[in-house]
């Protein structure tokens, strides 16, 4: 089953215009995607570079001994 979508520039029933768009909503879920996994991404570095912080103290308590 072809999805028609109404062409803004002529009012009339479309199957191209209902590929873009459909298009236009993939493109969407895929930047939100991209934005959590952005954010994610940056707290994981942080959170890694709060273990590398405590890894180097904890190496140069040892040092110390």
Known sequence: MTEYGRCPAYGTQ????????????EI?????????????????????NVVERKIRAALAGKAEQ
């Open 14 to 25: 479309c199957e191209y215009v209902a590929k873009v768009e459909a298009q236009a909503a």
């Open 28 to 48: 969407e879920r895929l930047r939100g995607l991209l934005g959590r996994a952005d954010a994610a991404l940056r707290g994981a570095n942080m959170n890694m």
